[in-house]
Structure formats: structure tokens, C-alpha cells
């Protein structure tokens, strides 16, 4: 038996050596931790110490009894019923190896001794685990009734941390029988994904005076386009008297765009290019219900574009200001802007949901914050594709039950 001494920063490195230099069918024989460097054993740097070895030949199962030692949960039958979503090489060298412990004959050690070794071992892999959670890497492994699930809330771009979030609620909250149930799997996690997505609130009409509601966000989510939904349902269908604003002056089509729309549901259109023109433009229609201001798109990167920005809603003091956010942006993208915007909205929507799979974009967003949704669209059809945002309207969506592309 050949034996060898293998030192590295963490087990997940240090078992990858023990496997390029011994192979797979190495047998682990030690394992500790200790600190290297320092002074007087403080402040030294964690390193793991595994000593492995390898038959130079194979030994007879008929030579040797096998000596059974238990290692509950740390490996499992050919016929588990778990399976390791993307779990790293060196996780499963360390389970396969800790399973040849007892075949070693060269290896003179008390049941008890090879149990506290496993326990060791077992420690090591916990922490391990953690340690790659931590870098974003963890390979959960779920029951094969449940993985399915896993796999279809990260196909539709739901974050790590809230799939897991979402298992969780389900191995809590239902027998492990339970778990073969589709509908009862799918209900507890329409259950949790209300739960985050409960804060919802449409707009209400003014009373005494008009309401004003400013849409903001950047280029090309849609604001201008949603602004007419909303102006022509609360105009056509609601019967509310509206007036239209923009202050949207960069594009020449987003000007013709809302003149249009205000002519076709017969609302007035203003056009004003200065925060004072804007103040005016909301005194000539003190007398309307709800009053939309279009504001131009504006980059979340641009210090003097989001200063613009808020000189114009500075200006207008509105009841509401809305940022729109697309559904099609990447989550990473969709938090910077988010964060860029937070300090001057009040409420969310969310547009395109007919141009994305992934929905769950807007899960990822909405667990960082405690803005209300108001409304979500679907479609460029005025002023049809526009639904009042409901958690459970949220939840189909997310899930891809209220898109028909998804």
C-alpha cells in the first residue's frame, strides 16, 4: 500500500489532489485541520491535512470480511431516491472514499476510532458545503420527487437562494408522501411565491383634487406605451376625467405616440420641456381626476440624466411615481436600475411578461423590496394588455402559467 501525506487550503482542494495523484480508488485514512504560519498558533492561515492511500493490489473480497461501518448519511442505496443536482467531483470522491474505509486490511484501527474518523470527516464535508454556498456554488441535492420542481423554478430564472427558499416551503409544509403530488407541490409554492409577492397596489382616482402619476424608469421598457393603457382604461372603461403629459422631448415618436393615443380616447396632451412648464401644465388641469406624466427614458448610469430626472419631479410633487421595469432584463441588470430609481418611486410595474420566459425575474426583484407592484402588461394591444397586479396574478406569471409563450 502506497501512502501519501496531502495538504491544502480546504477539503474541496485538497481531495482534488488526492484524486489526481491517487485515483479514485484511493482510501482516506486521516484527516485534521490546523493552522499554518502565525505566531504562537494565532492568526495562522486554516489549512486540511488528509493522508490517503492506494493498494498497489487489489485485495480478494473472499480474503478479507468485509467490516461494516455505519455512515448514516453519508452515502446512500443504488436505488436512493435522492440525486445530486450538480454537485462537485471532490463532495462525491469524499462519500465514495469514506466508504472504503473498511476495506483497507493495512489499517489497524478500533471500530470506535474509524467511527470518530468518519465523524471528522463528516464535519468537514458540512462545513465544505457552506463554504461553497458562500461562493455561489452549492450543488443541492433534493429528493427525486422534488428536483424536478428545483429545476423548472431555475429555468425560469428564479435566483438559488430563492429556489431553495421555495424547496424548503415544500419539505416543510407537506408529508414526504406528499411530495409525488404535483397540485400539492405546486400549491405550496404558489403559496410562498404570494407570500413575496403580496405587496400590491393599483391606482385610485383623485377626490378632491387630481392625482398625479409620473412614470419613470430607463429606455425601452415601455413607459410611453403603458401610459395609454392606463390613461385610456381609466378614461374609456372607468369613465374618469384624464389629461396627458410628457415630458418625454428627446423622442419626436414618443410625442406623436401619446398625441395619438390622446386622440383616439379623447384626452388632452400637453408637451412641456421645462420642470416650470410641467408645474404649469398640472395647474391647467387641476380640475381632471388623474393626470399621467411621461417622463423621458433615462439611463441609470447617467449622473446628469437622473438629475434631469428629478428637477422634473421635484417640480410636479406627483402623488405616484412608477418606475417601469421590463420583465426581458437580466436580474443582475434589473436590481442596478432598481437601486438607481428606489429613492424616487412609490410603486412598480412590470411590462413585456409576453416577451419573456423567464419570469421569475420578477421574483428575484421583488424579494429585495418593499415597493408595491401596480400593474403588469402582456402585449401592445391598448388598453387591453394591462392587468392590476394581485399576487396571485403574479404567482401565474412567475411560474409561466399566465403567459402563453412561456
Not at 450543488?139 to 427525486?144: E, N, Q, S, Y
Not at 390613461?231 to 406623436?256: C, H, M, N, W
Not at 410633487?317 to 417601469?324: G, K
Not at 388598453?383 to 403574479?394: C, F, N, V
Request: glycine content about 6%; charged content about 25%.
Amino acid at each position: 500500500m502506497r501512502v501519501k501525506r496531502f495538504v491544502g487550503d480546504n477539503v474541496a482542494e485538497t481531495m482534488g489532489k488526492v484524486k489526481r495523484d491517487l485515483g479514485p480508488d484511493a482510501v482516506i485514512l486521516q484527516t485534521r485541520q490546523f493552522r499554518e504560519g502565525g505566531v504562537f498558533g494565532l492568526f495562522g492561515k486554516p489549512k486540511v491535512e488528509i493522508t490517503a492511500a492506494i493498494e498497489d493490489q487489489p485485495i480478494s473480497k473472499k480474503s478479507r470480511p468485509e467490516k461494516t461501518v455505519r455512515s448514516e448519511g453519508l452515502s446512500a442505496p443504488k436505488d436512493s431516491t435522492y440525486r445530486q443536482q450538480s454537485t462537485a467531483e471532490n463532495s462525491e470522491a469524499i462519500v465514495k472514499l469514506l466508504g472504503k474505509v473498511q476495506q483497507s486490511s493495512n489499517v489497524n484501527r478500533s471500530d470506535a476510532a474509524l467511527e470518530q474518523e468518519l465523524q471528522n470527516m463528516r464535519k468537514l464535508l458540512d462545513k465544505m458545503n457552506k463554504q461553497m454556498e458562500q461562493f455561489g456554488s452549492e450543488r443541492t441535492v433534493w429528493p427525486v420527487p422534488l428536483q424536478k420542481w428545483a429545476d423548472l423554478l431555475q429555468d425560469r430564472g428564479i435566483q438559488p437562494k430563492l429556489v431553495k427558499r421555495l424547496i424548503r416551503h415544500v419539505q416543510q409544509n407537506l408529508r414526504e408522501d406528499d411530495w409525488v403530488d404535483d397540485l400539492r407541490v405546486k400549491t405550496k409554492l404558489k403559496e410562498e411565491i404570494q407570500r413575496i409577492c403580496r405587496n400590491t397596489a393599483t391606482i385610485q382616482p383623485g377626490v378632491k383634487k387630481a392625482r398625479v402619476i409620473a412614470l419613470v424608469g430607463p429606455t425601452g421598457v415601455g413607459k410611453t406605451t403603458t401610459i395609454g393603457k392606463l390613461a385610456a382604461g381609466f378614461s374609456i372603461v372607468d369613465k374618469r376625467s384624464v389629461a396627458l403629459i410628457t415630458a418625454d422631448t428627446y423622442r419626436v415618436a414618443a410625442v406623436e405616440q401619446l398625441k395619438t393615443f390622446g386622440e383616439i380616447i379623447g384626452v388632452p396632451v400637453d408637451v412641456v420641456m421645462t420642470p416650470n412648464e410641467l408645474k404649469q401644465a398640472l395647474t391647467n388641469h387641476a380640475d381632471k381626476e388623474l393626470i399621467f406624466v411621461d417622463t423621458a427614458g433615462r439611463s441609470p448610469h447617467h449622473d446628469l440624466h437622473m438629475s434631469e430626472l428629478k428637477a422634473f419631479l421635484d417640480k410636479a410633487q406627483p402623488d405616484l411615481t412608477i418606475l417601469v421595469m421590463s420583465a426581458t432584463t437580466h436580474s443582475a441588470d434589473q436590481l442596478k436600475v432598481f437601486r438607481r430609481f428606489e429613492s424616487l418611486c412609490t410603486h412598480i410595474i412590470f411590462t413585456k411578461l409576453d416577451e419573456t420566459v423567464n419570469g421569475g425575474a420578477i421574483l428575484n426583484l421583488l424579494a429585495q423590496t418593499n415597493l408595491p407592484t401596480a400593474y403588469v402588461t402582456n402585449g401592445q394591444n391598448v388598453p387591453d394588455d394591462i392587468e392590476a397586479a394581485t399576487p396571485e396574478r403574479l404567482g401565474r406569471y412567475i411560474l409561466g402559467e399566465g403567459n402563453e409563450n412561456a
